[in-house]
Protein backbone atom coordinates (compact mmCIF):
# COMPACT_ATOMS: atom_id res chain seq x y z
CA UNK A 1 0.00 0.00 0.00
CA UNK A 2 1.32 2.95 -0.92
CA UNK A 3 0.75 6.03 1.71
CA UNK A 4 1.63 9.75 0.43
CA UNK A 5 1.85 11.88 3.30
CA UNK A 6 0.27 15.89 3.49
CA UNK A 7 3.03 18.12 2.35
CA UNK A 8 3.70 21.52 4.53
CA UNK A 9 2.59 23.24 1.22
CA UNK A 10 -0.73 21.59 0.87
CA UNK A 11 -1.42 22.50 4.23
CA UNK A 12 -0.76 25.80 3.76
CA UNK A 13 -2.79 26.00 0.48
CA UNK A 14 -6.13 24.53 2.29
CA UNK A 15 -5.51 27.62 4.88
CA UNK A 16 -5.61 30.09 1.80
CA UNK A 17 -8.32 28.83 0.34
CA UNK A 18 -10.64 28.76 3.58
CA UNK A 19 -9.72 32.25 4.26
CA UNK A 20 -10.39 33.12 0.94
CA UNK A 21 -13.86 31.23 1.69
CA UNK A 22 -15.18 33.35 4.64
CA UNK A 23 -13.72 36.41 2.94
CA UNK A 24 -15.85 35.53 0.13
CA UNK A 25 -18.89 34.76 2.53
CA UNK A 26 -18.44 37.88 4.45
CA UNK A 27 -18.08 40.17 1.32
CA UNK A 28 -21.37 38.97 -0.08
CA UNK A 29 -23.37 38.86 3.07
CA UNK A 30 -22.03 42.95 3.44
CA UNK A 31 -22.87 43.33 -0.07
CA UNK A 32 -26.52 42.10 0.50
CA UNK A 33 -26.80 44.10 3.89
CA UNK A 34 -25.86 47.54 2.41
CA UNK A 35 -28.41 46.85 -0.34
CA UNK A 36 -31.12 46.68 1.98
CA UNK A 37 -30.09 49.24 3.95
CA UNK A 38 -29.93 51.32 0.83
CA UNK A 39 -33.38 50.51 0.05
CA UNK A 40 -34.73 51.47 3.36
CA UNK A 41 -33.15 54.91 2.85
CA UNK A 42 -34.49 55.28 -0.39
CA UNK A 43 -37.83 54.69 0.71
CA UNK A 44 -37.44 56.96 3.77
CA UNK A 45 -35.84 59.87 1.27
CA UNK A 46 -38.70 59.55 -0.78
CA UNK A 47 -41.91 59.62 2.06
CA UNK A 48 -40.39 62.81 3.61
CA UNK A 49 -39.39 64.46 0.73
CA UNK A 50 -35.43 64.31 0.42
CA UNK A 51 -32.85 63.16 -2.35
CA UNK A 52 -31.09 60.13 -1.93
CA UNK A 53 -27.81 59.48 -3.18
CA UNK A 54 -26.44 56.22 -3.02
CA UNK A 55 -22.86 57.12 -3.46
CA UNK A 56 -20.77 60.11 -2.78
CA UNK A 57 -17.06 60.99 -3.12
CA UNK A 58 -16.43 63.19 -0.51
CA UNK A 59 -18.42 65.32 1.96
CA UNK A 60 -18.57 68.47 -0.57
CA UNK A 61 -20.34 66.67 -2.97
CA UNK A 62 -23.17 67.18 -0.49
CA UNK A 63 -22.48 70.48 0.93
CA UNK A 64 -20.18 69.58 4.01
CA UNK A 65 -17.02 70.50 5.08
CA UNK A 66 -14.38 67.86 5.45
CA UNK A 67 -14.80 67.55 9.26
CA UNK A 68 -12.58 65.67 11.48
CA UNK A 69 -15.26 62.76 11.88
CA UNK A 70 -14.67 62.15 8.12
CA UNK A 71 -10.71 62.13 8.31
CA UNK A 72 -10.47 59.06 10.48
CA UNK A 73 -8.75 55.93 9.58
CA UNK A 74 -8.48 54.45 6.25
CA UNK A 75 -10.38 52.94 3.32
CA UNK A 76 -13.19 55.77 3.81
CA UNK A 77 -16.49 54.76 2.18
CA UNK A 78 -19.55 57.71 2.23
CA UNK A 79 -22.86 56.12 0.68
CA UNK A 80 -26.38 56.65 1.20
CA UNK A 81 -26.82 59.93 1.64
CA UNK A 82 -29.96 61.94 1.93
CA UNK A 83 -30.59 65.33 1.78
CA UNK A 84 -33.09 68.25 1.72
CA UNK A 85 -34.51 70.50 3.83
CA UNK A 86 -36.47 69.16 7.44
CA UNK A 87 -37.84 71.83 9.96
CA UNK A 88 -36.58 74.47 7.87
CA UNK A 89 -32.80 73.19 8.03
CA UNK A 90 -30.69 71.97 5.23
CA UNK A 91 -29.68 68.34 6.58
CA UNK A 92 -27.58 65.44 5.27
CA UNK A 93 -27.86 62.02 6.39
CA UNK A 94 -25.49 59.77 5.33
CA UNK A 95 -23.67 56.47 6.25
CA UNK A 96 -19.71 56.53 6.72
CA UNK A 97 -17.27 53.79 7.00
CA UNK A 98 -13.80 53.48 7.62
CA UNK A 99 -11.20 50.80 8.75
CA UNK A 100 -8.81 51.39 12.04
CA UNK A 101 -5.80 49.48 13.22
CA UNK A 102 -4.57 46.04 11.74
CA UNK A 103 -4.50 42.37 11.90
CA UNK A 104 -6.67 41.43 15.47
CA UNK A 105 -6.52 44.71 16.70
CA UNK A 106 -7.91 46.03 13.46
CA UNK A 107 -11.85 46.73 13.08
CA UNK A 108 -14.15 48.76 10.52
CA UNK A 109 -16.31 51.36 11.93
CA UNK A 110 -19.95 51.94 10.82
CA UNK A 111 -22.10 54.97 11.75
CA UNK A 112 -24.69 57.21 10.63
CA UNK A 113 -23.92 60.79 10.85
CA UNK A 114 -26.70 63.55 11.12
CA UNK A 115 -25.43 66.80 10.13
CA UNK A 116 -27.57 70.06 10.17
CA UNK A 117 -26.49 74.01 8.72
CA UNK A 118 -26.72 76.02 11.80
CA UNK A 119 -28.49 79.07 9.82
CA UNK A 120 -28.79 82.57 11.58
CA UNK A 121 -26.85 81.64 14.69
CA UNK A 122 -22.87 81.46 16.31
CA UNK A 123 -21.34 79.21 17.09
CA UNK A 124 -17.69 78.04 17.87
CA UNK A 125 -15.98 75.34 15.97
CA UNK A 126 -15.30 72.48 18.84
CA UNK A 127 -15.31 68.28 18.65
CA UNK A 128 -16.54 66.23 21.15
CA UNK A 129 -16.00 62.58 21.12
CA UNK A 130 -15.35 59.53 23.12
CA UNK A 131 -11.97 59.14 24.66
CA UNK A 132 -9.31 57.99 22.23
CA UNK A 133 -12.31 57.48 19.32
CA UNK A 134 -11.09 60.34 17.49
CA UNK A 135 -7.68 61.83 16.16
CA UNK A 136 -7.71 65.71 16.54
CA UNK A 137 -4.98 67.68 14.84
CA UNK A 138 -4.25 71.14 14.58
CA UNK A 139 -4.93 74.08 17.14
CA UNK A 140 -7.55 72.39 18.66
CA UNK A 141 -6.69 72.29 22.47
CA UNK A 142 -8.42 70.15 25.35
CA UNK A 143 -10.72 71.61 27.62
CA UNK A 144 -13.10 68.67 29.00
CA UNK A 145 -10.01 69.41 32.34
CA UNK A 146 -12.16 72.52 33.04
CA UNK A 147 -15.60 70.31 33.19
CA UNK A 148 -14.42 67.53 35.60
CA UNK A 149 -15.36 68.89 38.81
CA UNK A 150 -18.56 70.34 37.54
CA UNK A 151 -19.58 67.02 35.41
CA UNK A 152 -16.98 64.00 36.25
CA UNK A 153 -18.95 61.17 33.93
CA UNK A 154 -18.86 63.56 31.31
CA UNK A 155 -15.01 64.35 31.69
CA UNK A 156 -14.12 60.44 32.23
CA UNK A 157 -16.04 59.88 29.21
CA UNK A 158 -15.07 62.12 26.68
CA UNK A 159 -12.74 64.65 25.10
CA UNK A 160 -14.07 68.03 24.04
CA UNK A 161 -11.86 69.94 21.94
CA UNK A 162 -12.06 73.43 20.67
CA UNK A 163 -9.85 77.06 19.60
CA UNK A 164 -12.04 79.05 21.81
CA UNK A 165 -12.03 77.46 25.52
CA UNK A 166 -14.01 80.30 26.53
CA UNK A 167 -17.00 80.25 24.06
CA UNK A 168 -16.94 76.06 23.87
CA UNK A 169 -17.13 75.72 27.89
CA UNK A 170 -20.17 77.47 27.43
CA UNK A 171 -22.15 75.82 25.23
CA UNK A 172 -21.77 72.79 27.67
CA UNK A 173 -24.78 73.37 30.10
CA UNK A 174 -25.64 70.89 32.69
CA UNK A 175 -28.52 69.55 30.58
CA UNK A 176 -26.31 68.89 27.79
CA UNK A 177 -23.53 67.07 29.30
CA UNK A 178 -26.55 64.75 30.79
CA UNK A 179 -27.35 64.32 26.97
CA UNK A 180 -24.23 63.31 25.74
CA UNK A 181 -23.42 60.88 28.37
CA UNK A 182 -27.34 59.15 28.75
CA UNK A 183 -27.31 59.02 24.98
CA UNK A 184 -23.60 57.40 24.62
CA UNK A 185 -22.92 60.23 21.96
CA UNK A 186 -20.27 58.80 19.91
CA UNK A 187 -18.74 62.35 18.38
CA UNK A 188 -20.23 66.05 17.86
CA UNK A 189 -18.96 68.23 15.90
CA UNK A 190 -19.25 71.79 15.12
CA UNK A 191 -17.50 72.81 12.31
CA UNK A 192 -17.81 75.78 8.99
CA UNK A 193 -21.55 76.59 10.21
CA UNK A 194 -22.53 73.01 10.18
CA UNK A 195 -22.83 70.56 13.60
CA UNK A 196 -22.27 66.97 12.94
CA UNK A 197 -24.16 64.37 15.12
CA UNK A 198 -23.11 60.48 15.44
CA UNK A 199 -24.71 58.30 18.28
CA UNK A 200 -22.99 54.94 18.95
CA UNK A 201 -25.79 52.67 17.94
CA UNK A 202 -25.06 51.75 14.33
CA UNK A 203 -26.93 52.66 11.18
CA UNK A 204 -30.71 52.59 12.24
CA UNK A 205 -34.53 52.91 9.92
CA UNK A 206 -37.48 53.61 9.81
CA UNK A 207 -38.71 54.55 13.20
CA UNK A 208 -35.00 54.73 14.56
CA UNK A 209 -33.31 56.96 11.84
CA UNK A 210 -36.70 59.24 12.40
CA UNK A 211 -35.66 59.83 16.18
CA UNK A 212 -32.07 59.84 15.50
CA UNK A 213 -32.07 62.62 13.49
CA UNK A 214 -34.96 64.67 16.21
CA UNK A 215 -32.23 63.73 18.73
CA UNK A 216 -29.93 66.08 16.42
CA UNK A 217 -32.02 68.84 16.05
CA UNK A 218 -32.86 68.52 20.23
CA UNK A 219 -28.38 68.77 20.69
CA UNK A 220 -28.45 71.77 18.48
CA UNK A 221 -31.66 73.33 20.54
CA UNK A 222 -29.76 72.98 23.92
CA UNK A 223 -26.45 74.07 23.08
CA UNK A 224 -26.11 77.08 24.43
CA UNK A 225 -25.07 79.87 21.80
CA UNK A 226 -26.13 83.34 20.85
Not at 155 to 172: H, I, K, P
Request: glycine share 8%; charged share 25%; net charge neutral.
Amino acid sequence: MLIVSATPFSFIATGFAIVALILGVIAVVSLRLDKKRANALRIFSKTNGLIFKEKIDSPADIGLPNAVVFQQGRGRKLTSAMVGEIAGSQVCVLDHRYSIGSGSSGGTIQQMVVAIEIRGKRLPDFTLALEDHLQVTGKAIHIEESLSAEFPDFSDRYRLYGNDEFATRALFTPRMTELCVANRIYCIESCQGWLIVIEEDLRPTGDKLQKRIESAFGYLTELDFE
